[in-house]
């Protein structure tokens, strides 16, 4: 049972436009979400990230955006850069449990940047 | 440079025969993890560490084993691999707090059994 859902395996933005991406979870222990960006051969990387008592969290062209009664969060890129291309992860935690006892993965989403 | 390193990058093995993935950092965390990334499927937890000698199982464990002697080691052991073994490793760390610390991640490694 996949707990973090991400359901677009890709997705094709042009340059310059809003690029959304999405992400849904089922576990309401989760109160710590994270996005992660891949670029091929290398490493994941941190993004951003937003805390369950938090609805919008902002970070120069990205701002994640938290629904908890639809259990959704989204990513919003503005605008898109072809630097951008790369492989989107959703990541999910149960703080409660008072520790760092690892993230849940969405399976990702790879986002095209066209020109 | 706060880094976590992963040796080797590339590995192509045998079914059977037992391999060490190395896994480093140096910022000093107390939480280690590894997870393993395959098509279709993203990013599955191995196993975790929170602290020197303290490990547990993470989604994934079967076929794996883990040893922390070491704040900055974390290696990962698979006594006997097996083909459906075969994917992208990757090790992280991260300070001991509720969750709300990102992960760093290492570069991966690939690995293949035969």
């Known amino acids: 049972d996949q707990q973090v859902k991400q359901n677009s395996p890709s997705l094709s933005v042009q340059e310059g436009r809003i690029s959304i991406l999405n992400c849904d979870y089922t576990n309401s222990m989760f109160d710590y979400f994270l996005w992660y960006k891949k670029y091929p051969a290398e490493g994941p990387t941190f993004l951003i990230s937003?805390?369950?008592?938090?609805d919008k969290n902002e970070d120069g062209r990205f701002t994640v955006f938290l629904n908890k009664s639809a259990k959704h969060l989204s990513l919003h890129i503005v605008p898109s850069q072809p630097g951008d291309s790369a492989v989107y992860f959703c990541?999910?935690?149960?703080?409660?449990?008072?520790?760092?006892?690892?993230?849940?993965f969405g399976k990702g989403t790879h986002l095209i940047i066209q020109p | 440079e706060a880094q976590v390193t992963q040796n080797p990058r590339y590995l192509i093995t045998v079914t059977g025969k037992k391999l060490t993935v190395t896994c480093s950092q140096n910022?000093?965390?107390?939480?280690m993890s590894w997870y393993r990334q395959d098509p279709g499927l993203g990013l599955r937890q191995i196993y975790y560490?929170?602290?020197?000698?303290?490990?547990d199982k993470g989604d994934v464990p079967e076929g794996y084993k883990v040893s922390r002697k070491e704040k900055r080691n974390f290696p990962l052991i698979l006594e006997s691999p097996s083909p459906n073994q075969t994917s992208l490793y990757f090790c992280?760390?991260?300070?001991?707090?509720?969750?709300?610390?990102?992960?760093?991640f290492g570069p991966g490694t690939r690995l293949t059994v035969l």
């Open positions: 937003i805390s369950s008592i938090k």
């Open positions: 990541a999910a935690s149960a703080s409660s449990g008072g520790g760092a006892d690892g993230l849940t």
């Open positions: 910022m000093n965390h107390e939480y």
């Open positions: 560490s929170m602290n020197v000698e303290v490990t």
């Open positions: 992280a760390s991260t300070t001991y707090h509720s969750g709300s610390d990102t992960q760093y």
